[in-house]
């Protein structure tokens, strides 16, 4: 099994990063997809899910009206589309697979 992020990077307050995750190793079009983040010092925390099908999503409220998640099972990707960046984003962000697999991270830093 294996999950690949990719997508991060340094973004100014107010920008927009589309993060990916490539994943293989599994059937994924069958298992509901996350995208967790751990900023320095804080607890990992839930930022949103999927179901397998993507009819299903949901969204921490910190995040919700500003980030969009997605999922293309024909590639074996889901992606995280992050609209109004706020300092307070910067974060790892974290691939989750529902087998209970975690990805590397990608930094994401929001910062004028």
């Known amino acids: 099994v294996q999950l690949v992020e990719s997508g991060g990077g340094l973004v100014q307050p107010g920008g927009s990063l589309r993060l990916s995750c490539a994943a293989s190793g599994f059937t994924f079009s069958s298992y509901g997809m996350s995208w967790f983040r751990q900023a320095p010092g804080k607890a990992r925390e839930l930022v949103a899910s999927i179901t397998s099908t993507g009819d299903i999503t949901n969204y921490a409220d910190s995040v919700k009206g500003r980030f969009t998640i997605s999922r293309d099972n024909a590639k074996n990707t889901v992606y995280l589309q992050m609209n109004s960046l706020k300092p307070e984003d910067t974060a790892v962000y974290i691939c989750?697979?529902?087998?209970?697999?975690w990805g590397q991270g990608t930094q994401v830093t929001v910062s004028s």
């Open positions: 989750y697979a529902a087998i209970a697999y």
